[in-house]
């Protein structure tokens, strides 16, 4: 876990929940050590370069990372930290799967399996329709979901949207909130 405590976030960041966005507070003297340059000129130079702008940035999975005190974090989980006072357990989930939209209504806690179900559909599904998929051998569409780790049938169909339908009902039942169909 993280030595990063709840005052020292406070001390760094600010955090707008209704915009998702974190900036860099102004710094004092006394955050920084002395050494090649005063505490006094780190201090001015630090805020000179980040006080007031955008705390973080974006990293090639599209997460938003943060790095305080040496330590590198993705920002999501930082404004749970922020939010709660506490770090989330598990996983700190994107309601609408975009990894760039950290408005605190669009964070919430979760476990990996309802995390994977509120993936999007994978770039390589052929049909564009979740949970549903066309067999060749019966000549059909055919749905499924996965829960607890294991594929589940749900049976064969003449058409593509109502295999959807099916599955996603089956979804609802199992994952909640957590179903995205798209």
């Keep these: 876990m993280s030595n990063l405590t709840y005052e020292r976030l406070r001390s760094v960041i600010s955090?707008?929940?209704d915009s998702g966005i974190?900036?860099?507070?102004?710094r004092t003297p006394s955050m920084f050590k002395e050494g090649h340059h005063s505490a006094d000129n780190s201090c001015a130079s630090w805020n000179a370069r980040n006080a007031g702008k955008i705390a973080g940035g974006i990293a090639a999975n599209g997460y938003y990372n943060i790095s305080i005190d040496g330590e590198r974090y993705q920002i999501h989980r930082v404004i749970f930290f922020y939010m709660t006072e506490r770090w989330p357990i598990p996983i700190c989930d994107h309601r609408d799967g975009d990894a760039s939209n950290n408005k605190w209504n669009n964070l919430r806690?979760?476990?990996q399996g309802k995390n994977t179900?509120?993936?999007?559909?994978?770039?390589?599904?052929?049909?564009g329709i979740k949970w549903v998929?066309?067999?060749k051998q019966h000549r059909k569409y055919v749905a499924h979901i996965r829960t607890n780790s294991k594929n589940r049938h749900l049976g064969y169909f003449d058409c593509p949207a109502a295999a959807h339908l099916v599955a996603?009902?089956?979804a609802d039942k199992h994952f909640g909130e957590f179903a995205r169909s798209r």
């Excluded at 974190?22 to 102004?26: F, K, Q, S, V, Y």
């Excluded at 179900?117 to 049909?127: A, G, V």
């Design 109 to 111: 806690e979760t476990t």
């Design 133 to 135: 998929n066309w067999d």
């Design 168 to 170: 996603f009902i089956e």
């Design 15 to 17: 955090y707008d929940p």
């Design 117 to 127: 179900q509120n993936k999007s559909i994978q770039s390589n599904n052929k049909l």
């Design 22 to 26: 974190a900036i860099w507070l102004p």
